[in-house]
């Protein structure tokens, strides 16, 4: 799969006005702008996260959070309650609230607007005012009935709404003159739903990767399929003969998908119309699945079959044939039209001579509102306002307008990102208080970058000062495309925008093993074909419902015990990938690409000299990818390594380990200055992050020297496990209170075999940042599971390619994952998919809402629900003028940084200087007096207990009692 | 003042058997509980709901008092199996309550008495333990969810009435418990408030109901003429062509609500809920429960005929459209759905064949398997990625495709199903059409002024007492639509509301007053008050406005109440009884909210539900007594239907059935539409403020009198 290439929209891109030229170029031109607009995501199948509203990255993101909102209706913030509850709970201070002001240079304003009243007082009270989520039409009702002031807050309301507000601004927009749009707004009742309840079903069938019984034998476009479908429908047809009878004209005509968009969109000549924003409503009105076309039509590789034209316009034709046909039935019930067949054109003209819009009033807009309960908290009484000047009243609007939700929310988010900046660079700016012990360690364990995994970092070192840990990107530089046994197709196992190199090929290490894997494949196979076959086959229909009431107490049971469920899986798992591969270095055969012993050598020596392990190496390194196993979850790839393409990431980890065990290999990395000592055994393994098992894989391959090493690294990384699981379930509503490590660990694993659990785990729920650096300098500081730890050694690279490649690789990854969590949290409705509860899996592209709803884009409710949004922060440990080199050659990076999509902190590696990178990719130096010093605490455990919120960062020094004093 | 019994003057039947053995007392005692338990937990989150703000530390309170409900009924069964067991398995046929029954059998109501055989041992136990497996489920898989509370009242109300419906020995009484599982039905269809979609997909489902209802309210009817009696077991005797009809009204039932062809196209739209309720309602219970009807009056229908030919044709071609189907959807409920269809398609063919033991073993087993792959249908996405990962793909031969593509256009074609969604779509036109022209509907509201004139100059004929008063007093409900149409929106709702209420209230008071009226009179009242009542139904239906549905609904029930009157006028009373109150709720509420919002922003309300629950609760109540789901009105309606049948014959009693359900049908419209749902007005930023506890308490106490009123006569004799 390609790069994908986006063109960024800058608010001018987007069209404000334009003149009605109904040509179908001018129509091309306009879909392909609208387009621009729609969540660019991939099939289910192999989701990644990504940037929400990754089109508008090429504006500030303040500026494309706004523009979003006007075009998508989303909320781009926290809401203004969210904000003061962190305020309360101290996660904003007014400190940070302060210096967010300064960074966005609105300073306070200590001018009078009101007798002993600031606009600084003015702007506070906006900011903290309280108020319950209550409809517009309610106001004046609340404030005579719920509010203390009763009758004077309505009378001041009153006043509030005379200040010369500008007018303007309504909330009523004019609607967009297509048909369906008019139609809409005359009947009172949206055409959505029933659009969609004609439209999913052939688009779930067209689009479909393998979930329908059989698929379509079509490959053609989408338009004639459906078109022909509709015309065979027969009386069926939800709207009788007509709908049938013009399909079938325009199935006989042939007519174009793009002709038919110019038809059915009703212009004519005269008619003042905005064609870009026309089309724009028509796209966004299934962005789902509009952008599911638009996303296949440029990704031919990620269609269901490779030769199928899925196009947008084609979507877009369909949709527009059934809303015409419902304006149509509307207009002739409400007696707007008498005949039957009337042009789209006709349509139009005869409905807009009807549609009339509803007047906009200041009592329904939110500035005066926000600006009554500011005057209510400042206790300003009646009749004060309607005594001021009139300047003075115009200067109270202008600050309730300047200062509006947009600036407010900026500031609330900014100061949200400045405490948390400042937690962790004060903390880096501190000598950590535990150091690994010096010499050999016992253990060398390497991870994926990935947030979930800094606790359990974080408890491996814990348990044993000689045991280190190091974090690279989950795929290992290893871009491959996987093969294993019991598939017959490759999965590529590399981040997006990278393609796979080499193709490699699951082996069995055995006659013996081969037969047995053969066998449990075939068993698997067996049971699956007879699972799915009960669903929909004829046999299964049958066999199925004459012995399900046996089976029904199991099932009952596994309800009440889902840890019965566990048990029963490992019997039936066809444990294809737990032991006894090969994995050769490379395998003949059609289309399989060599991997060259100097390729492995580059790959293994370039990521060893990456996270900086070229010496000492411990007896035995473990290295792990990872994945999360869960019962009941179509998310299961946004849980996954996002690093491997939204797969589990172990095969990459297991063919490092192969790769770095060959002797050849370890020969040539000798001659590059990497010795890797003869009693070093390199490992893979799982980590299961959902479970929080950790699961060594091809022991068998293990030499018997390393064995007692195995079995204590075993129990080492169980024991981390454990301790992992504690720290997780603070997390958990449904957790034990008090856990220790035994009960934590078996409610975790419970968790992850329980189909009633929506929450499995937690995802990349509270990541804030990007450590890129060497471990000592965070080893021991509790960063809550809050950061993607790189390894980074900047002594040893000079050059700086080494930070520019680890730069350039985990960008799209962690930039990614950050974007697309805030943006479903802020609006779980629009920008995410909502609750996960409705969510009906379809046709391997996605899930929707019901039987006919809307494919849902980005993440659901339930994972994001805790997370508190805030943009990365990077911290980079190199010389600034590494980092510089490395942005400028990185324009992605920097054009992030520049938009502030995302903000990038740097340590100097031999002092404890510290840079922030401004918008304009200059260094300033960052002062941290007066701020608190970091807090310390004797473990992980007693700093979070009882404790289930975001904790400040602290040191966890083993040497401190539990009280947090230096232990005697 | 005597009340005849049930519709047939001079019917020698008069009291069902008493409790009398041990064995019938232990049953109705513990089936009473094991049926109570989950309708007392539903009625205490009802009240939990209605007091309280939900939240989240309520959960395991909440989820909690459902599993005890539900364990401990489950328990129950498990007792009454053993004991059923230890007595030799008798047929058991056991009372309600035991003085209920005996003041039933008086008035001439058909008992409610539960019957325990195989069949509803079995199926009462399964389905007892899948809602108690569901509600599980749900405890963990809802956490945090708006309307965790909601949910498992919902869920416990249907799950008590399904197993009333098992458990149910005669008709009658299972259309009660028929009518509570498809109102719950719909809830939980419509369980997202703030998405237009499932609202949209729950009128489907209460559209294709109501035409299930409505074979089932026609069938006790009809069993009710002809047998006096609407006990399962009695029918068995009746005459060929009797049983025939009866065969045939069932069937519709059956059809409506399992969803068989050709009204099967509402159950894939019904997976709009959370998982556990397809997975309870879709995959288990609700819609088995037509099936199940078929099992329980095989006596019926069994003998060979039209109805069981039309259920073999029937449930064959369910059985292969539905699996073709099931095979053509990509998505995992949806194909599900169509799967539960196919498979209840066999169950009814076998029952049709004459094999009911194994399609009552096949109808326990689909609704288990179903049930828990819809909790499992999330787990099929990763099962489709790992199948297509490790199996080949399939690829059906041509003639298998064609074959498919065939049957497809066999289950589409059904001219019923075409009728249908046609028919709902033609519901939206009328509504639509009644919104454009207002003034057919103030017309038509001039309609009372026919019948009750024919009625006065009879009634002068007959009795000769007509004062001036009495004819001012006819004559109110004329003023009351002058002043309607005349003013049109210049007069408040509230007075609108209340001048058809009190209008209405006069005229069928006066109505009462006198008896029958037979002849031509009789005619022309009885068709002029079904005229009412249809044009009140469908400006209900047109309503845009929640006081004009109001008013409409008045209209429509002052028109049955007349059409009724003409043979029996203690209806009237009951009516005014029923109606009163109810109104009075409404309009305070209705009054309540306008004070909140102000005027002319009904259709703002939407989503007001989730964080006004006592809003939702009255509005919801309000909106059950008006649709005529509860008990009280299903006597009215059956009490009417079989009126009507006894007098004019079938096909009257078919139009007014119609009315009827056309009648809920607006009701559900306007109260889905305008309470739930994405608003047409301006955007809301927020919900409108909740009720307070005064207000909720008086119009709950207001529905508690419209619900007991009319109960109070029959209580005095």
Same mark, same amino acid.
């Given at each position: 799969?390609?790069?994908?290439? !986006?063109?960024?929209?800058?608010?001018?891109?987007?069209?404000?006005? @334009?003149?009605?030229?109904?040509?179908?170029?001018?129509?091309?031109?306009?879909?392909?702008?609208?387009?621009?607009?729609?969540?660019?995501?991939?099939?289910?199948?192999? &989701?990644?996260?990504?940037?929400?509203?990754?089109?508008?990255?090429?504006?500030? &993101?303040?500026?494309?959070?706004?523009?979003?909102?006007?075009?998508?209706?989303?909320?781009?913030?926290?809401?203004?309650?969210?904000?003061?509850?962190?305020?309360?709970?101290?996660?904003? =201070?007014?400190?940070?609230?302060?210096?967010?002001?300064?960074?966005?240079?609105?300073?306070?304003?200590?001018?009078?607007?009101?007798?002993?009243?600031?606009?600084?007082?003015?702007?506070?009270?906006?900011?903290?005012?309280?108020?319950?989520?209550?409809?517009?039409?309610?106001?004046?009702?609340?404030?005579?009935?719920?509010?203390?002031?009763?009758?004077?807050?309505?009378?001041?309301?009153?006043?509030?709404?005379?200040?010369?507000?500008?007018?303007?601004?309504?909330?009523?927009?004019?609607?967009?003159?297509?048909?369906?749009?008019?139609?809409?707004?005359?009947?009172?009742?949206?055409?959505?739903?029933?659009?969609?309840?004609?439209?999913?079903?052939y688009c779930?069938r067209y689009l479909d990767?393998?979930?329908a019984?059989h698929h379509e034998p079509e490959t053609g476009r989408f338009w004639p399929y459906f078109l022909g479908h509709v015309a065979q429908?027969?009386?069926?047809?939800?709207?009788?003969?007509?709908?049938?009878?013009?399909?079938?004209?325009?199935l006989?005509?042939?007519?174009?998908?793009?002709?038919?968009?110019?038809?059915?969109?009703?212009?004519?000549?005269?008619?003042?119309?905005?064609?870009?924003?026309?089309?724009?409503?028509?796209?966004?009105?299934?962005?789902?699945?509009?952008?599911?076309?638009?996303?296949?039509?440029?990704?031919?590789?990620?269609r269901p079959r490779?030769d199928t034209p899925v196009?947008?316009?084609d979507?877009?034709?369909?949709?527009?044939?059934?809303?015409?046909?419902?304006?149509?039935?509307?207009?002739?019930?409400?007696?707007?039209?008498?005949?039957?067949?009337?042009?789209?054109?006709?349509?139009?003209?005869?409905?807009?001579?009807?549609?009339?819009?509803?007047?906009?009033?200041?009592?329904?807009?939110?500035?005066?509102?926000?600006?009554?309960?500011?005057?209510?908290?400042?206790?300003?009484?009646?009749?004060?306002?309607?005594?001021?000047?009139?300047?003075?009243?115009? =200067?109270? !609007?202008?600050?309730?307008?300047? &200062?509006?939700?947009?600036?407010?929310?900026?500031?609330?988010?900014?100061?949200?990102?400045?405490?948390?900046?400042?937690?962790?660079?004060?903390?880096?700016?501190?000598?950590? $208080?535990?150091?690994?012990?010096?010499?050999?360690?016992?253990?060398?364990?390497?991870?994926?970058?990935?947030?979930?995994?800094?606790?359990?970092?974080?408890?491996?070192?814990?348990?044993? =000062?000689?045991?280190?840990?190091?974090?690279? $990107?989950?795929?290992?530089?290893?871009?491959?495309?996987?093969?294993?046994?019991?598939? $017959?197709?490759?999965?590529?196992?590399?981040?997006? @925008?990278?393609?796979?190199?080499?193709?490699?090929?699951?082996?069995?290490?055995?006659?013996?093993?081969?037969?047995?894997?053969?066998?449990?494949?075939?068993?698997?196979?067996?049971?699956?074909?007879?699972?799915?076959?009960?669903?929909?086959?004829?046999?299964?229909?049958?066999?199925?419902?004459?012995?399900?009431?046996?089976? &029904?107490?199991?099932?009952?049971?596994?309800?009440?015990?889902?840890?019965?469920?566990?048990?029963?899986?490992?019997?039936?798992?066809?444990?294809?990938?737990?032991?006894?591969?090969?994995?050769?270095?490379? !395998?003949?055969?059609?289309?399989?690409?060599?991997?060259?012993?100097?390729?492995?050598?580059?790959?293994? @020596?370039?990521?060893?000299?990456?996270?900086?392990?070229?010496?000492?190496?411990?007896?035995?390194?473990?290295?792990?990818?990872?994945?999360?196993?869960?019962?009941?979850?179509?998310?299961?790839?946004?849980?996954?390594?996002?690093?491997?393409?939204?797969?589990?990431?172990?095969?990459?980890?297991?063919?490092?380990?192969?790769?770095?065990?060959?002797?050849?290999?370890?020969?040539?990395?000798?001659?590059?200055?990497?010795?890797?000592?003869?009693?070093?055994?390199?490992?893979?393994?799982?980590?299961?992050?959902?479970?929080?098992?950790?699961?060594?894989?091809?022991?068998?391959?293990?030499?018997?020297?390393?064995?007692?090493?195995?079995?204590?690294?075993?129990?080492?990384?169980?024991?981390?496990?454990?301790?992992?699981?504690?720290?997780?379930?603070?997390?958990?509503?449904?957790?034990?209170?008090?856990?220790?490590?035994?009960?934590?660990?078996?409610?975790?694993?419970?968790?992850?075999?329980?189909?009633?659990?929506?929450?499995?785990?937690?995802?990349?729920?509270?990541?804030?940042?990007?450590?890129?650096?060497?471990?000592?300098?965070?080893? @021991?500081?509790?960063?809550?599971?809050?950061?993607?730890?790189?390894?980074?050694?900047?002594?040893?690279?000079?050059?700086?390619?080494?930070?520019?490649?680890?730069?350039?690789?985990?960008?799209?990854?962690?930039?990614?994952?950050?974007?697309?969590?805030?943006?479903?949290? !802020?609006?779980?409705?629009?920008?995410?998919?909502?609750?996960?509860?409705?969510?009906?899996?379809?046709?391997?592209?996605?899930?929707?809402?019901?039987?006919?709803?809307?494919?849902?884009?980005?993440?659901?409710?339930?994972?994001?629900?805790?997370? =508190?949004?805030?943009?990365?922060?990077?911290?980079?440990?190199?010389?600034?003028?590494?980092?510089?080199?490395?942005?400028?050659?990185?324009?992605?990076?920097?054009?992030?940084?520049?938009?502030?999509?995302?903000?990038?902190?740097?340590?100097?590696?031999?002092?404890?200087?510290?840079?922030?990178?401004?918008?304009?990719?200059?260094?300033?130096?960052?002062?941290?007096?007066?701020?608190?010093?970091?807090?310390?605490?004797?473990?992980?455990?007693?700093?979070?207990?009882?404790?289930?919120?975001?904790?400040?960062?602290?040191?966890?020094?083993?040497?401190?009692?539990?009280?947090?004093?230096?232990?005697? | 003042?005597?009340?005849?019994?049930?519709?047939?003057?001079?019917?020698?039947?008069?009291?069902?058997?008493?409790?009398?053995?041990?064995?019938?007392?232990?049953?109705?005692?513990?089936?009473?509980?094991?049926?109570?338990?989950?309708?007392?937990?539903?009625?205490?989150?009802?009240?939990?709901?209605?007091?309280?703000?939900?939240?989240?530390?309520?959960?395991?309170?909440?989820?909690?008092?459902?599993?005890?409900?539900?364990?401990?009924?489950?328990?129950?069964?498990?007792?009454?199996?053993?004991?059923?067991?230890?007595?030799?398995?008798?047929?058991?046929?056991?009372?309600?309550?035991?003085?209920?029954?005996?003041?039933?059998?008086?008035?001439?109501?058909?008992?409610?008495?539960?019957?325990?055989?195989?069949?509803?041992?079995?199926?009462?136990?399964?389905?007892?333990?899948?809602?108690?497996?569901?509600?599980?489920?749900?405890?963990?898989?809802?956490?945090?969810?708006? *309307?965790?509370?909601?949910?498992?009242?919902? %869920?416990?109300?249907?799950?008590?009435?399904?197993?009333?419906?098992?458990?149910?020995?005669?008709?009658?009484?299972?259309?009660?418990?028929?009518?509570?599982?498809?109102?719950?039905?719909?809830?939980?269809?419509?369980?997202?408030?703030?998405?237009?979609?499932?609202?949209?997909?729950?009128?489907?489902?209460?559209?294709?109901?109501?035409?299930?209802?409505?074979?089932?309210?026609?069938?006790?009817?009809?069993?009710?003429?002809?047998?006096?009696?609407?006990?399962?077991?009695?029918?068995?005797?009746?005459?060929?062509?009797?049983?025939?009809?009866?065969?045939?009204?069932?069937?519709?039932?059956?059809? %409506?609500?399992?969803?068989?062809?050709?009204?099967?196209?509402?159950?894939?739209?019904?997976?709009? #809920?959370?998982?556990?309720?397809?997975?309870?309602?879709?995959?288990?219970?609700?819609?088995?429960?037509?099936?199940?009807?078929?099992?329980?009056?095989?006596?019926?229908?069994?003998?060979?005929?039209?109805?069981?030919?039309?259920?073999?044709?029937?449930?064959?071609?369910?059985?292969?459209?539905?699996?073709?189907?099931?095979?053509s959807?990509a998505?995992?409920?949806?194909?599900?759905?169509?799967?539960?269809?196919?498979?209840?398609?066999?169950?009814?063919?076998?029952?049709?064949? #004459?094999?009911?033991?194994?399609?009552?073993?096949?109808?326990?087993?689909?609704?288990?398997?179903?049930?828990?792959?819809?909790?499992?249908?999330?787990?099929?996405?990763?099962?489709?990625?790992?199948?297509?990962?490790?199996?080949?793909?399939?690829?059906?031969?041509p003639?298998?495709r064609r074959?498919d593509r065939?049957?497809?256009?066999?289950?589409?074609? #059904?001219?019923?199903?075409?009728?249908?969604?046609?028919?709902?779509?033609?519901?939206?036109?009328?509504?639509?059409?009644?919104?454009?022209?207002?003034?057919?509907?103030?017309?038509?509201?001039?309609?009372?002024?026919?019948? /009750?004139?024919?009625?006065? +100059?009879?009634?002068?004929?007959?009795?000769?007492?007509?004062?001036?008063?009495?004819?001012?007093?006819?004559?109110?409900? +004329?003023?009351?639509?002058?002043?309607?149409?005349?003013?049109?929106?210049?007069?408040?709702?509230?007075?609108?509301?209340?001048?058809?209420?009190?209008?209405?209230?006069?005229?069928?008071?006066?109505?009462?007053?006198?008896?029958?009226?037979? *002849?031509?009179?009789?005619?022309?009242?009885?068709?002029?008050?079904?005229?009412?009542?249809?044009?009140?139904?469908?400006?209900?239906?047109?309503?845009?406005?929640?006081?004009?549905?109001?008013?409409?609904?008045?209209?429509?029930?002052?028109?049955?109440?007349?059409?009724?009157?003409?043979?029996?006028?203690?209806?009237?009373?009951?009516? /005014?009884?029923?109606?009163?109150?109810?109104?009075?709720?409404?309009?305070?509420?209705?009054?309540?909210?306008?004070?909140?919002?102000?005027?002319?922003?009904?259709?703002?309300?939407? #989503?007001?539900?989730?964080?006004?629950?006592?809003?939702?609760?009255?509005?919801?109540? /309000?909106?059950?007594?008006?649709?005529?789901?509860?008990?009280?009105?299903?006597?009215?309606?059956?009490?009417?239907?079989?009126?009507?049948?006894?007098?004019?014959?079938?096909?009257?009693?078919?139009?007014?059935?119609?009315?009827?359900?056309?009648?809920?049908?607006?009701?559900?419209?306007?109260?889905?539409?305008?309470?739930?749902?994405?608003?047409?007005?301006?955007?809301?930023?927020?919900?409108?403020?909740?009720?307070?506890?005064?207000?909720?308490?008086?119009?709950?106490?207001?529905?508690?009198? %419209?619900?007991?009123?009319?109960?109070?006569?029959?209580?005095?004799?």
């Amino acid at each position: 799969m390609g790069n994908i290439q !986006v063109t960024p929209l800058t608010r001018d891109a987007i069209p404000r006005a @334009g003149n009605c030229d109904p040509s179908p170029e001018r129509v091309t031109e306009a879909v392909r702008h609208a387009a621009g607009l729609l969540v660019d995501q991939a099939p289910l199948e192999t &989701f990644v996260a990504q940037n929400t509203l990754q089109v508008l990255e090429g504006i500030p &993101f303040h500026d494309a959070v706004r523009t979003a909102h006007e075009l998508h209706g989303a909320d781009g913030y926290l809401s203004e309650a969210e904000f003061q509850e962190l305020f309360r709970s101290g996660e904003v =201070t007014a400190a940070d609230l302060h210096e967010a002001r300064c960074r966005l240079a609105w300073p306070e304003n200590p001018e009078t607007v009101l007798p002993g009243i600031t606009v600084q007082n003015l702007e506070n009270a906006l900011l903290f005012r309280q108020e319950p989520r209550i409809a517009p039409a309610s106001r004046a009702w609340w404030l005579r009935h719920q509010h203390p002031a009763g009758a004077k807050a309505v009378d001041l309301w009153n006043e509030v709404i005379r200040l010369p507000w500008e007018t303007g601004g309504s909330t009523v927009t004019m609607p967009v003159n297509t048909p369906g749009d008019l139609a809409r707004h005359l009947a009172g009742f949206t055409l959505i739903t029933s659009t969609r309840s004609l439209l999913v079903g052939y688009c779930s069938r067209y689009l479909d990767r393998g979930m329908a019984g059989h698929h379509e034998p079509e490959t053609g476009r989408f338009w004639p399929y459906f078109l022909g479908h509709v015309a065979q429908a027969g009386i069926v047809a939800p709207f009788g003969p007509a709908l049938r009878a013009d399909a079938l004209r325009r199935l006989e005509g042939r007519q174009s998908p793009i002709d038919a968009v110019v038809e059915l969109l009703g212009l004519s000549d005269n008619q003042p119309t905005d064609l870009d924003e026309m089309l724009r409503a028509v796209v966004l009105r299934h962005p789902g699945w509009a952008g599911m076309f638009h996303r296949l039509e440029r990704n031919p590789e990620e269609r269901p079959r490779a030769d199928t034209p899925v196009s947008l316009i084609d979507f877009i034709a369909a949709q527009l044939l059934i809303e015409f046909h419902l304006a149509r039935d509307i207009a002739l019930q409400l007696q707007i039209i008498s005949r039957k067949d009337v042009t789209p054109a006709a349509l139009v003209k005869a409905l807009l001579e009807k549609v009339k819009l509803p007047e906009a009033s200041p009592a329904l807009r939110r500035d005066p509102w926000n600006l009554c309960l500011a005057l209510l908290k400042l206790d300003v009484r009646t009749g004060e306002l309607s005594s001021l000047p009139k300047a003075q009243r115009k =200067t109270l !609007v202008e600050v309730a307008t300047n &200062f509006g939700m947009w600036r407010r929310l900026a500031l609330w988010l900014e100061a949200l990102e400045a405490n948390l900046r400042n937690q962790i660079l004060k903390a880096l700016a501190e000598n950590p $208080p535990v150091a690994a012990t010096p010499g050999r360690p016992v253990l060398d364990v390497m991870t994926c970058l990935d947030d979930r995994e800094e606790s359990f970092r974080r408890a491996l070192e814990h348990l044993d =000062t000689r045991i280190r840990t190091w974090g690279a $990107p989950g795929f290992y530089q290893l871009p491959v495309a996987y093969r294993d046994l019991s598939s $017959p197709y490759p999965r590529i196992l590399c981040p997006l @925008g990278v393609s796979p190199a080499y193709t490699v090929r699951e082996k069995p290490a055995s006659e013996r093993k081969a037969a047995t894997l053969q066998r449990t494949a075939s068993f698997s196979r067996v049971a699956q074909k007879a699972e799915l076959s009960l669903r929909s086959k004829w046999m299964g229909a049958l066999v199925g419902t004459l012995t399900a009431v046996a089976a &029904f107490p199991l099932m009952v049971l596994g309800l009440f015990f889902p840890r019965w469920r566990e048990v029963f899986q490992r019997v039936t798992h066809s444990g294809h990938d737990s032991a006894g591969l090969d994995l050769p270095e490379s !395998v003949d055969g059609a289309g399989v690409l060599a991997f060259p012993l100097q390729e492995q050598v580059n790959r293994v @020596g370039g990521l060893l000299r990456t996270i900086g392990l070229t010496g000492q190496f411990a007896p035995l390194v473990v290295v792990l990818g990872h994945g999360s196993r869960t019962a009941n979850n179509p998310h299961k790839s946004a849980y996954d390594c996002g690093a491997c393409r939204g797969h589990e990431g172990h095969n990459n980890a297991r063919l490092f380990a192969t790769l770095a065990n060959r002797p050849e290999v370890r020969k040539a990395l000798t001659e590059q200055g990497i010795r890797i000592p003869e009693d070093t055994w390199f490992i893979g393994g799982r980590h299961d992050t959902c479970a929080g098992t950790v699961e060594l894989l091809d022991l068998e391959l293990v030499p018997p020297s390393q064995r007692d090493n195995l079995a204590q690294a075993q129990s080492t990384l169980k024991a981390a496990s454990q301790k992992d699981a504690v720290e997780r379930c603070r997390r958990f509503c449904s957790a034990p209170k008090k856990p220790d490590g035994r009960s934590a660990f078996r409610h975790v694993r419970e968790r992850s075999v329980d189909p009633a659990q929506p929450r499995p785990e937690l995802g990349h729920m509270t990541n804030a940042m990007a450590i890129v650096g060497r471990r000592s300098r965070t080893r @021991g500081l509790f960063l809550d599971r809050r950061a993607f730890l790189v390894s980074y050694d900047p002594t040893l690279d000079n050059d700086g390619t080494v930070l520019a490649n680890i730069l350039r690789a985990i960008t799209p990854i962690v930039v990614g994952i950050n974007l697309q969590y805030y943006f479903s949290r !802020v609006d779980p409705l629009r920008y995410g998919s909502g609750s996960k509860l409705p969510h009906n899996p379809v046709g391997l592209v996605g899930v929707m809402e019901g039987s006919c709803g809307d494919l849902r884009t980005g993440l659901p409710r339930q994972m994001v629900e805790l997370h =508190t949004p805030v943009r990365l922060l990077y911290v980079v440990e190199a010389p600034i003028d590494r980092v510089r080199a490395a942005l400028a050659s990185n324009p992605d990076l920097s054009r992030k940084l520049a938009n502030q999509w995302c903000s990038m902190a740097v340590i100097d590696p031999s002092s404890t200087r510290e840079w922030l990178i401004e918008p304009d990719l200059s260094a300033t130096g960052v002062d941290l007096t007066g701020k608190p010093g970091t807090p310390r605490n004797s473990d992980s455990e007693s700093w979070f207990r009882g404790r289930s919120g975001n904790l400040p960062l602290a040191w966890i020094d083993p040497s401190l009692d539990t009280r947090g004093a230096p232990a005697r | 003042m005597d009340r005849p019994l049930i519709g047939y003057p001079g019917s020698t039947r008069t009291v069902t058997q008493l409790p009398g053995s041990d064995m019938e007392s232990t049953t109705r005692l513990i089936l009473d509980l094991a049926v109570g338990s989950p309708l007392l937990v539903a009625a205490t989150l009802g009240f939990y709901l209605a007091g309280f703000k939900s939240s989240e530390r309520r959960e395991r309170l909440v989820a909690g008092i459902s599993q005890l409900g539900l364990g401990f009924t489950c328990l129950l069964l498990v007792l009454q199996l053993s004991v059923w067991f230890a007595a030799g398995r008798p047929v058991i046929h056991a009372p309600l309550l035991a003085e209920a029954v005996r003041a039933d059998s008086e008035r001439g109501h058909p008992s409610a008495v539960w019957l325990y055989d195989p069949l509803s041992a079995a199926a009462s136990l399964l389905a007892s333990l899948m809602a108690l497996g569901t509600m599980r489920f749900a405890s963990t898989y809802l956490h945090r969810e708006p *309307g965790f509370t909601r949910f498992f009242m919902v %869920g416990n109300l249907f799950t008590g009435s399904m197993l009333g419906l098992m458990l149910s020995g005669n008709l009658a009484f299972s259309a009660w418990w028929w009518e509570i599982i498809g109102f719950t039905s719909v809830l939980l269809v419509g369980f997202y408030h703030a998405r237009p979609g499932p609202q949209a997909a729950a009128r489907t489902v209460f559209c294709y109901y109501r035409v299930a209802d409505s074979g089932l309210l026609l069938a006790v009817a009809w069993l009710m003429v002809h047998a006096e009696t609407a006990a399962f077991e009695d029918a068995a005797s009746l005459p060929w062509m009797t049983r025939q009809v009866l065969g045939l009204l069932l069937l519709v039932a059956a059809v %409506g609500k399992s969803a068989q062809w050709p009204l099967m196209g509402w159950l894939p739209r019904a997976m709009e #809920g959370p998982t556990p309720s397809s997975a309870l309602f879709y995959g288990g219970m609700s819609v088995h429960a037509g099936a199940y009807l078929i099992l329980r009056t095989k006596d019926i229908w069994l003998e060979s005929g039209p109805a069981r030919w039309a259920l073999a044709i029937s449930g064959a071609v369910t059985l292969l459209t539905g699996l073709a189907r099931a095979r053509s959807r990509a998505d995992a409920k949806g194909a599900l759905a169509n799967s539960t269809s196919a498979s209840l398609g066999l169950v009814i063919l076998l029952a049709a064949v #004459g094999l009911t033991p194994l399609a009552g073993w096949m109808l326990l087993g689909n609704a288990a398997l179903r049930w828990y792959q819809m909790l499992r249908a999330p787990a099929q996405f990763q099962e489709y990625v790992r199948r297509k990962r490790e199996l080949a793909p399939e690829n059906p031969s041509p003639a298998m495709r064609r074959l498919d593509r065939s049957l497809e256009q066999l289950a589409s074609a #059904g001219i019923l199903s075409g009728f249908l969604s046609r028919f709902q779509r033609a519901i939206e036109g009328a509504a639509l059409w009644f919104a454009a022209g207002g003034k057919i509907l103030a017309l038509s509201s001039l309609m009372p002024l026919v019948p /009750v004139s024919a009625w006065l +100059c009879h009634a002068g004929d007959i009795q000769n007492n007509v004062t001036p008063l009495a004819v001012v007093l006819v004559l109110t409900p +004329c003023w009351f639509y002058l002043v309607y149409w005349l003013g049109g929106e210049q007069i408040s709702s509230t007075l609108k509301t209340g001048l058809a209420t009190f209008s209405s209230a006069i005229a069928l008071a006066c109505v009462s007053q006198v008896g029958p009226v037979e *002849g031509l009179p009789g005619q022309i009242l009885m068709f002029g008050g079904l005229g009412i009542a249809l044009f009140g139904a469908m400006g209900a239906l047109g309503g845009r406005k929640l006081p004009d549905s109001l008013v409409a609904t008045i209209q429509a029930w002052t028109g049955v109440g007349l059409a009724a009157a003409a043979h029996r006028p203690q209806i009237g009373w009951e009516l /005014v009884a029923t109606m009163l109150p109810v109104t009075l709720a409404a309009t305070l509420l209705m009054g309540t909210i306008k004070a909140r919002v102000g005027k002319g922003v009904w259709q703002g309300l939407a #989503g007001a539900g989730i964080e006004a629950p006592r809003l939702e609760a009255g509005w919801l109540l /309000v909106g059950a007594a008006f649709t005529g789901v509860p008990p009280w009105i299903i006597f009215h309606a059956s009490d009417w239907s079989v009126e009507v049948l006894m007098h004019h014959g079938f096909l009257l009693a078919i139009i007014q059935t119609v009315i009827l359900a056309v009648l809920t049908i607006g009701w559900t419209r306007t109260l889905l539409g305008t309470l739930w749902g994405e608003p047409s007005g301006p955007v809301q930023e927020g919900p409108m403020p909740d009720l307070n506890l005064f207000e909720w308490v008086s119009i709950l106490a207001f529905l508690v009198l %419209g619900a007991t009123l009319p109960f109070a006569r029959w209580w005095q004799s």
